[in-house]
């Protein structure tokens, strides 16, 4: 009689491919909670051996320090959640308008990396080569001090129509006050948005029928700026302006943007804008000279090729790695606590975090902005990647 | 009066090209004043040239000062020379050993030395392929780490020295090179992972590689200098380089990690397929098949990584270590040489400018040798 010998069970169910992975997800599970487990175990341990808890209830406490750059009222009197949405808005200051800077640079970069002329192409790949191999951190602290070296004292204060002051403590500004009636200019402004995306739809929506091609650009500007510049009159200019004015040791009235503020901009901004015109050169080589050829010999005038044929095709490959540019410039706008700019890190993940020795909690609350900020933005990247991705067979 | 000569047609010879359009003078007819737009800028980029070059040269160099034992002996020199403010290097020579090892202990830098050297022997196969009997240099490569890391920190015979004792230059390189090393395996194995077909690793790879991505690195060596401690058995107590190393590698693993996952999607799912249908087993395929294939595209995005990596090594600064930008800013504080900060920023600029830039020369030289494509 002939006798099958059955390889072990365990074996048997190993070279099952099902059971396999099966048994594989349930030890890593096993093994990451019993790692979590021991981590949490050793931090409640090591928490309650000196004595402290894990509570947001500082946040109430008067901070106690000065911010020396802030967008909306705060003292040292006011509490560390007001310093940290303090922090939270310089950070949006910087990464916005470092966004704009280094996008209009990085598309100029680009586009001249790509131009005919020799000269300036050069020019342009030494620095972004230059930019693109040397670290961040060096780049903000050299234009720090360039900033606060080269630019005048109070005294000798650079000076536009004696309303812009350029010194080594801040680029100060008039300071818009608003009136109530200002109100009906940004009424104006919204409205002129809607109607421009719906006359946009339409425009379209003619030119399909019967080809009619308005020009909702100009009938853009003219909405959105004109608009509003004419209601602005009308309502009897509702608008003043607070102007600094060099009082004792410093200019008093006004806006100002610090140097600290001055420097990370201009340093993330001209850091940024390497990698963007790296981007945009790659994103426009990417679509073939066919394509442009092609819609000439439709007879398509080489504006609209420009606008129909080859902006829409390079952009779909450069939005992805550009936003992940915007991303990566505003979690390089932490670096600011080297030069001593207060955005969230510096404030609620640092000073704060000194005073009250609360580790844990300041870390998470950092963290966890600076996660909902990436993830969602992501997101909306994944988002707009799928409804803008070429559909294949 | 002499006779055109009558040629069939077809038969004239080639005429020369137009004087113009040849030579100096074509080539700058057609790459710098090609058109309107184009003269203009050119001029206008001239001119910016002609504004900031001179100067640059004439602050670095020719009014510049190299030996001086300070900045006010500077200064003086350059008075009784009469030459204009330029540059001040002295404090490159005078703190040479602080810069290159940090605070190293004097007697035992040749550690340090054979240390670097031990590295670039180490590298000679990994990066060159036509070594002598490169098989084996690659087995002696993996020992490498172990002997650089005895040298270092001591031990065995040799004096023990504290990680806090590293600075400047070498800590730059422990930091980099260590981060490179142990990312790029970590940042397969995360991107296997993500790509898998079991839902729990795929959850846990992702969440990883996402967390990673979505917080400065700047919070995570904060999170390591002030609360790694707390998720450790009470007493313990463990280095902070350490930590930083941990740190550095789990964040360039994740964007390893996200390069490569770039590259296995690009694999056409057949290679997969043949793989299965040949026998193989998911690690063979991957080994033989998948990954050599894979990470030959993503060659590019590594090496980007691993410039950014080394890149971010300045940012230890901001939890205490000195690292050669570290150390350059110390200079700053040394009253010697107060208020040069353009000058040390400008050297550390130089040096990282060099490193990165070769780093990426190797890459495209890579890239160039391994595209087998048409």
Redesign the interface.
């Known amino acids: 009689m002939e006798t099958t010998k059955q390889p072990p069970l365990f074996y048997r169910l190993w070279n099952d491919k099902e059971t396999r992975?099966t048994i594989?997800?349930i030890v890593?599970?096993a093994l990451?909670f019993s790692f979590i487990f021991y981590?949490a175990r050793?931090?409640v341990?090591?928490?309650e051996?000196i004595g402290k808890g894990y509570s947001f209830r500082f946040l109430s406490d008067p901070a106690s320090y000065d911010i020396n750059q802030t967008l909306i009222e705060y003292n040292s009197r006011d509490s560390h959640l007001r310093a940290t949405i303090v922090g939270l808005l310089n950070t949006a200051l910087v990464a916005i308008t470092g966004i704009i800077l280094a996008t209009i640079l990085g598309f100029v970069f680009g586009v001249l990396r790509l131009?005919?002329?020799?000269?300036?192409n050069r020019?342009v790949y030494v620095y972004i080569?230059?930019m693109?191999?040397?670290?961040?951190?060096?780049h903000i602290?050299?234009v720090h001090?360039?900033v606060v070296?080269t630019l005048p004292k109070v005294r000798q204060a650079i000076s536009i129509q004696d309303s812009i002051f350029l010194t080594n403590r801040g680029f100060y500004t008039p300071k818009p006050l608003f009136e109530p009636a200002f109100w009906a200019v940004v009424i104006a402004f919204v409205i002129g948005i809607v109607f421009i995306i719906w006359f946009k739809r339409y425009a379209k929506r003619v030119q399909d029928q019967t080809g009619k091609i308005y020009p909702v650009f100009w009938i853009g500007v003219g909405a959105v700026i004109g608009v509003p510049i004419i209601v602005f009159f009308l309502a009897g200019s509702p608008l003043e302006w607070d102007i600094p004015a060099l009082k004792g040791f410093n200019f008093k009235g006004g806006m100002v943007l610090r140097p600290e503020y001055l420097a990370l901009w201009l340093a993330l901004s001209l850091y940024t804008a390497a990698f963007i015109a790296e981007i945009v050169r790659a994103g426009i080589q990417a679509i073939s000279h066919g394509q442009t050829e092609a819609a000439y010999a439709l007879g398509i005038r080489p504006n609209r090729t420009m606008q129909l044929v080859v902006i829409p095709q390079a952009l779909r490959v450069i939005i992805p790695p550009l936003s992940s540019q915007y991303l990566n410039l505003t979690?390089?706008s932490?670096?600011a606590?080297?030069i001593g700019y207060m955005d969230i890190?510096a404030t609620i993940?640092g000073i704060s975090?000194n005073q009250t020795g609360r580790?844990?909690e300041c870390?998470t609350i950092?963290?966890a902005i600076?996660?909902t900020?990436?993830?969602s933005i992501?997101a909306f990247m994944n988002w707009y990647n799928k409804r803008i991705k070429l559909v294949e067979r | 009066m002499s006779e055109k000569q009558q040629y069939a047609p077809g038969t004239h010879p080639s005429l020369p090209p137009p004087a113009n359009t040849v030579g100096v003078i074509g080539w700058v007819r057609s790459n710098l004043l090609s058109s309107p737009s184009n003269v203009i800028l050119t001029i206008l980029t001239v001119y910016f040239l002609y504004v900031i070059i001179p100067p640059t040269i004439h602050w670095l160099f020719l009014d510049a000062v190299f030996t001086s034992s300070s900045r006010a002996e500077c200064r003086e020199i350059e008075a009784a020379a009469g030459m204009d403010r330029g540059a001040c290097w002295g404090f490159v020579t005078k703190r040479f050993g602080q810069f290159v090892y940090g605070y190293y202990p004097d007697p035992e830098r040749w550690r340090a030395d054979l240390a670097f050297f031990v590295l670039l022997a180490s590298l000679i196969p990994l990066l060159w392929d036509k070594t002598p009997k490169r098989r084996q240099c690659l087995y002696a490569t993996l020992a490498a780490p172990f002997v650089i890391y005895w040298l270092l920190t001591g031990g065995f015979g040799l004096e023990p020295i504290a990680t806090d004792k590293f600075g400047g230059f070498l800590l730059t390189m422990v930091i980099g090179v260590t981060g490179i090393f142990f990312s790029l395996p970590l940042g397969i194995l995360l991107a296997l992972g993500r790509q898998s077909n079991m839902p729990v690793l795929r959850i846990i790879c992702v969440t990883f590689i996402e967390f990673i991505r979505g917080v400065p690195l700047i919070t995570l060596l904060f999170v390591a200098s002030t609360m790694l401690s707390y998720f450790l058995p009470p007493g313990t107590n463990f280095d902070l380089l350490l930590r930083v190393l941990i740190m550095v590698t789990l964040f360039s693993a994740a964007y390893i990690a996200e390069v490569v996952r770039g590259g296995l999607q690009a694999i056409p799912k057949g290679q997969q397929e043949a793989a299965d249908a040949m026998g193989l087993k998911y690690w063979q395929s991957m080994r033989l098949i998948i990954l050599p294939q894979a990470l030959k595209i993503s060659i590019p995005g590594i090496v980007n990584t691993f410039i950014g990596l080394y890149k971010d090594t300045t940012l230890v600064i901001v939890i205490g270590l000195f690292d050669l930008l570290g150390v350059a800013r110390g200079t700053l504080s040394d009253t010697n040489w107060q208020a040069l900060s353009t000058e040390v920023y400008i050297f550390v600029a130089i040096f990282f400018f060099i490193s990165c830039m070769s780093m990426a020369r190797y890459s495209l030289y890579l890239e160039k040798k391994l595209h087998t494509g048409h």
């Open positions: 992975s594989i997800q890593t599970i990451l981590l050793n931090a341990v090591n928490l051996a131009s005919k002329n020799w000269l300036i020019v080569e230059y693109r191999n040397v670290p961040l951190l060096l602290l050299l001090g360039v070296n979690k390089n932490s670096l606590i080297a890190v993940g975090l580790e844990m870390m950092v963290l600076y996660l900020f990436s993830l992501s």
